[in-house]
């Protein structure tokens, strides 16, 4: 299975500002996700994240409040922006390579 | 911080004990279905999976069972062990590795010593 290096790993945000999170993987993959899982919550996708093209975001989530950049096969962002107190969550970037699904260990958002 | 799971439904079982972990899926054309296990401040890890042709698989310890006619999902681990307490949340897709995976509401497993 792929390994995802995902930081960082926690931060504390005042509200209106944006955090960037990285998500580098140990080999090269088609397919990256990106998701969100509120407090005590099961984990929703945020969008699916190809290289070379725009990401495709589900239903409630939108580009200019999570943009995503997917520069290589091995790299992605997703940044969370002009954020607010509901935006705390844990957000996961995830990879499938084969009929394996890899997650990162998450990324800890509380706004304040 | 609060903790993954703190609000999802809890199942509590005595060491030893066998577990039974249940979820309904939600899209019958789904092809592919994986059970995760997930502890505070990581990721989900993955348990057991099944493809759609199957209606039980086991591991090590575990046991998933399919029941497409129902959209139901069981986890059943045996001999349950405290390193087991964790939520564990089922997941579903079509189009293996090329799909994003739907997740069920997950469940805590707490496991008394």
């Known amino acids: 299975s792929a390994v995802i290096s995902q930081k960082p790993s926690r931060d504390i945000c005042q509200r209106g500002t944006s955090l960037t999170i990285q998500c580098q993987v140990d080999s090269q993959v088609t397919m990256m996700f990106w998701y969100r899982q509120q407090p005590g919550q099961s984990l929703t996708l945020i969008a699916t994240a190809n290289q070379g093209s725009e990401a495709t975001y589900e239903s409630g989530f939108v580009i200019d409040k999570f943009p995503i950049s997917r520069p290589n096969l091995t790299f992605s962002t997703l940044t969370v922006s002009n954020m607010s107190p509901e935006d705390s969550s844990i957000y996961l970037c995830?990879?499938?390579?084969?009929?394996?699904?890899?997650f990162g260990s998450g990324t800890r958002l509380t706004v304040v | 911080g609060e903790s993954v799971g703190l609000h999802l439904p809890t199942l509590s079982v005595q060491e030893g004990d066998n577990s039974i972990i249940n979820c309904a899926y939600s899209?019958?054309?789904?092809?592919?279905f994986i059970w995760y296990k997930q502890e505070s401040g990581k990721g989900p890890q993955f348990i057991i999976d099944?493809?759609?042709?199957?209606d039980k698989r086991q591991g090590q310890r575990v046991t998933v069972l399919l029941n497409k006619t129902v959209k139901h999902l069981s986890l059943q681990i045996a001999a349950t062990q405290p390193g087991d307490s964790a939520v564990y949340f089922c997941a579903e897709t079509l189009d293996t590795g090329r799909r994003a995976l739907t997740f069920g509401s997950g469940t805590r497993l707490q496991v008394q010593p």
């Open positions: 995830s990879v499938g390579t084969g009929n394996r699904y890899t």
């Open positions: 899209n019958s054309a789904s092809d592919y």
């Open positions: 099944i493809r759609s042709n199957m």
